[in-house]
């Protein structure tokens, strides 16, 4: 079973109460305790959340309730882990935080960061097992969008938002909140926003906390990430050494390779799985950015000759790393028609 921290739902029993709903009886029915709202440490079952969130809108013939939850939220609505990523130096360095460890705040919520052509993409998607419905998508990505005016300034607006859903009867709330462009019935949910913004310096941060916060967050991970999450860690860190086994990353982790592989069966993962999706995410990453030479980004990567990671790319992608931004950019057109 999935879990989110409770404090997800943040400010639920004011807007309902607001719209003349009685919360406690309905989250009652669905079995979520009453009182663990008021502990925003806890833990409630995603699927639960979600089914509260639809019937919420339901009863109070809300459409866009889950906007409205997200309209309180900030970076510290994540808890310790707002609290790390608000002391990174830079947008982009506070987003990795967040985006690598997101499951220490919301296992259902899968979010992926992409660069392409200047543009950076965040989507918002549920993770394998779970279901988002459309409040839960809405609550999700206006939240993703107020924590990235924390991180920039509050005037701060995406290029677009986009929705799968189709658009409501009154978008007016969607402008106010989320800005000028919103685009409904897309392919995916999520922001599409200028690159350039990822590097743009923290006004969060204090220099001086970093170091500890960093700590803290490595003990948060060593207690809350599953084993599948921590060799994704391990092998993200051993990738430019060209010591990126399966036996190094047992030792990493305190184990032996057959213990390794024997947790990571659990989930129904191996480590040559893994390995083959932390390298397609870092490379897509490395060469939209644009900042490395080929060469360096196949080091990275774990490559031994610039030649082997560009066979391998082209089987991944169906194009040369080079050719990359153009492939991707058609690809999105297509798509789009």
């Known amino acids: 079973m999935l879990m989110v921290r409770s404090a997800v739902l943040d400010g639920y029993v004011d807007l309902a109460l607001s719209l003349g709903l009685n919360p406690q009886p309905l989250m009652r029915t669905i079995g979520i305790d009453p009182a663990a709202v008021a502990n925003t440490a806890g833990w409630v079952s995603a699927e639960a959340i979600n089914r509260l969130l639809e019937l919420s809108a339901a009863e109070t013939t809300c459409e866009d309730f889950g906007l409205r939850l997200a309209a309180a939220r900030s970076i510290r609505t994540l808890g310790p882990l707002g609290l790390v990523a608000r002391e990174e130096p830079d947008v982009r360095s506070a987003l990795e935080v967040l985006l690598r460890h997101g ?3 919301n296992e259902a919520l899968h979010t992926r960061l992409t660069e392409v052509n200047g543009l950076a993409t965040i989507r918002v998607l549920p993770a394998p097992g779970a279901t988002f419905g459309r409040q839960a998508v809405d609550l999700s990505v206006a939240a993703t969008c107020r924590i990235l005016r924390d991180l920039l300034h509050e005037d701060w607006n ?30 995916y949910d999520g922001i599409v926003f200028y690159a350039r913004d990822l590097d743009a ?37 051993l990738l430019p050494t060209r010591r990126c086994s399966a036996d190094q990353v047992a030792r990493s982790l305190g184990m032996d390779r057959r213990t390794l592989h024997r947790h990571l069966a659990r989930t129904g993962e191996t480590f040559s799985s893994i390995l083959e999706t932390v390298r397609i995410e870092l490379a897509q990453r490395y060469v939209a950015r644009q900042d490395r030479t080929m060469s360096e980004i196949a080091a990275d990567l774990g490559f031994s000759e610039l030649s082997a990671f560009s066979r391998w790319f082209h089987t991944q992608f169906g194009c040369a790393p080079t050719k990359w931004d153009t492939h991707a950019v058609r690809a999105v057109n297509q798509t789009r028609r």
Not at 164 to 185: C, K, N, Q, S
Not at 206 to 214: A, E, H, K
């Open 103 to 105: 499951n220490l705040h």
């Open 201 to 237: 310096t923290n006004p969060l941060a204090d220099p001086l906390l970093r170091p500890y916060t960093r700590q803290y967050l490595q003990s948060l991970a060593i207690a809350g990430d599953t084993t599948a999450d921590q060799v994704r860690l391990v092998i993200e860190s």
């Open 158 to 187: 995406p290029v677009t938002v986009c929705f799968t859903h189709p658009a409501p009867a009154d978008v007016d709330i969607y402008h106010r909140m989320l800005g000028d462009t919103i685009d409904f019935g897309c392919e």
